[in-house]
């Protein structure tokens, strides 16, 4: 307990301090707080009447049945949520090694500190509103405590410990968990497709049960909850930023470098970005992701285009930036040193922008190339918003992201395993709806017909973007230097110790 007073308290300290929580402004605060009770509210006004819409849904089937045999995908969901946007605890334990507390109670500290978040709020708030309407009504108070427990354990605790687990595993064997992951997730779209839906049926059991799921549940947190522990171990063991250096590259990585610097705009500096990228481990990592993410919707995107049309370019907007949208928030500064390399030599800021630029268009790349897959399935109207996605993309999101990065000012530790894109700052939330707007033209244009409307919305938005960028280059240059010191200055004052 005394470690995990100590953990907390300096939790509380750091987030007091973080010059970038809500732009450390009163207002600021009021913005995010609002911005989560828009989310909060619908989200527990949803879940009380859950049971009421599905007797109207399913008029012949028991609402409490669909209840508990849905109830165990939400870990899988908080589980994906937490992964792709919350760092992994391991990353903090390195300043408290020297310090005379127990190992094992410093990796508990953090495994339990990472429970205080607000993916924990949402699922509090999504099971709490369903259990005391349905739950709590249908069965004995100690039969409702049980399902209660366990759905907590499942949905907060099973969901933390399982994405830092992710995390861990993916920074030391990231080719044989990812390939692991894939088959899992192959093996439950079989078995909610084509099979016997077995995954609903072990949660009707569970959550049907309530002494069982509450033993289940309390088996499956401890199993998870040692190898955690366990992983963090080895990590806590293995000083990544003087740990084992990788080779020299290789002469084909040579060729691709110098073809970059030779053939692209501002080569060197692309070409330096991306090298930095190939070797911090959190970079790769949020490159691997945005990729992965291409592929796997994009792949979800082309199976479901011969039913729902309007659903896979719903896909397709939304996760055709692929890294970008990573990358795009970090990419002037990836460490404190890297940031004062790159402003101590002699490069103009309208240089590093047009780098900046180019590289962020070779993010998008993938997703691009990948839109003409789709033609052949869909009419010349639709193909026009193809057509939109990939200007809107080169010519607002790529420039917008570009005029935030200088704003946040928080340097990555170069030596986690981490996949994760968390921007918690009013500018960086504000490029969101940019990155959305895509996705919601789908809905729009399927409801009122407008497809050619939608598609020439985007598409000239972005090409007037991409046509104006000789004068935005230099506006967007000028902002950089503007902001030059005070990124720098923050870059030293978070560099990790």
């Known amino acids: 307990m005394r470690t995990l007073r100590i953990l907390l308290r300096h939790r509380v300290t750091r ?50 049945s669909l ?17 792709l946007t919350q760092p992994p605890p391991s990353e903090h334990v390195a300043p408290y090694v020297s310090l005379p507390i127990s190992g094992t109670g410093l990796l508990n500290g953090q495994a339990a500190l990472s429970l205080l978040s607000l993916h924990t709020v949402f699922a509090v708030v999504l099971v709490g509103p369903v259990w005391a309407r349905e739950i709590a009504t249908a069965w004995t108070p100690v ?31 990231p080719w044989g968990t990812a390939g692991a992951l894939a088959g899992i997730a192959l093996f439950f779209a079989a ?49 990544g930023r003087t740990g084992r250096r ?76 692929g890294p970008t949208l990573g990358l795009g928030f970090i990419v002037f500064g990836i460490a404190a040193g890297h940031a004062d390399g790159l402003f101590a030599r002699p490069h103009a800021p309208r240089r590093i922008v047009k780098a900046t630029l180019v590289l962020l268009w070779l993010g998008i790349l993938p997703g691009t190339l990948l839109l003409p897959a789709f033609l052949p399935w869909l009419s010349p109207a639709q193909s026009s918003l193809l057509l939109g996605f990939a200007l809107w993309w080169s010519g607002i999101l790529v420039p917008a992201l570009v ?19 968390s921007v918690r700052t009013l500018h960086g939330i504000a490029v969101y709806p940019l990155w959305l707007a895509p996705a919601i033209a789908v809905p729009v244009a399927d409801a009122a017909g407008v497809w050619w409307t939608a598609g020439a919305v985007l598409g000239g938005a972005g090409l007037i973007g991409l046509l104006a960028l000789p004068w935005t280059t ?24």
């Not at 935030?404 to 994760?420: N, Q, Y």
């Open 191 to 239: 078995d909610a497709t084509l099979g016997p839906d077995l995954f609903r049926g072990f949660s009707r059991v569970l959550f049907g049960r309530p002494a069982l799921g509450l033993v289940a549940a309390v088996i499956a947190v401890g199993g998870v909850h040692a190898a955690l522990l366990r992983a963090m171990r080895a990590r806590l063991e293995v000083d």
């Open 403 to 421: 005029y935030v990065a200088p704003r946040l000012r928080k340097p990555v530790d170069t030596s986690a395993s981490t996949f994760t894109i």
């Open 15 to 64: 987030w007091l301090r973080d010059p970038t929580w809500g732009t450390g402004t009163v207002a600021g605060q009021v913005v995010l707080l609002g911005f989560l009770l828009v989310l909060l509210a619908p989200l527990g006004l949803g879940s009380y009447v859950l049971g009421e819409v599905l007797r109207e849904l399913y008029p012949e089937a028991s609402a409490l």
């Open 143 to 173: 039969g409702a405590g049980a399902w209660l427990v366990a759905a907590l354990l499942l949905t907060i605790v099973l969901a933390s410990h399982g994405a830092n687990l992710l995390h861990l595993l993916l920074g030391r064997r």
């Open 246 to 321: 990788t080779g020299s590259p290789s002469r084909r990585q040579v060729g691709f470098y110098r073809w970059v610097e030779r053939t692209l705009p501002a080569g060197r500096l692309v070409a330096l970005t991306l090298r930095q990228v190939a070797r911090t481990r959190r970079l790769r990592g949020v490159g691997l992701h945005g990729l992965a993410l291409v592929i796997v919707w994009y792949g979800a995107a082309l199976g479901g285009v011969f039913g729902d049309v309007a659903r896979s370019l719903f896909l397709i907007g939304l996760f055709g930036l």
């Open 474 to 497: 230099g506006v967007l240059a000028r902002q950089l230097a503007s902001h030059r010191h005070a990124m720098l200055a923050g870059f030293r004052e978070n560099e990790p110790v």
């Open 67 to 83: 209840i508990n045999g849905g109830m165990l995908y939400l870990v899988p969901v908080f589980m994906a949520s937490r992964f």
